[in-house]
């Protein structure tokens, strides 16, 4: 069990495995339907969603639907991956331009400022970015 194991790392026991070396990395990125300045859903019908077809997708709200603050926030998520950490940033970031979402509010923007961001590329990448970027949108 997941949860059991981690417990045990915590705590500094054994898990009862070998670590291992990762062969390929992961990148998942979600778009939403937020107002990444105030927070909010503003109402708005998703009327042009472009994604890139050489990633897993996700669809969380089809073209035509009306989104307001009950409605499903997931607008889409995507999800790269490659051998090295470097190759996963520089496919999301090609991912990410490629997107449009028109008709809503979306966190694309910031999205896209993260992936094309130095920090980004630093293993010791700063938890502040994000919120610093968010805040000069």
Known sequence: DLLDAQFTALNGGALGWEASSPDRHGIQARIFHLDPI????????????????????????????????????????????????????????AALEHTR???????????????????????GGKVSTLRDLVNTS
């Open 38 to 93: 105030t927070g909010k859903r503003p109402p708005g019908t998703l009327e042009r969603l472009v994604l890139p077809d050489d990633i897993e997708v996700g669809i969380g709200l089809d073209e035509g639907t009306r989104a307001d603050s009950d409605t499903e926030p997931l607008v889409v998520k995507l999800t790269v991956t490659a051998p090295t950490r470097q190759a996963a940033i520089v496919r999301m970031k």
């Open 101 to 123: 979402v028109e008709g809503i509010s979306t966190n694309l923007e910031v999205l896209q400022r993260l992936f094309g961001h130095p920090d980004l590329w630093s293993e």
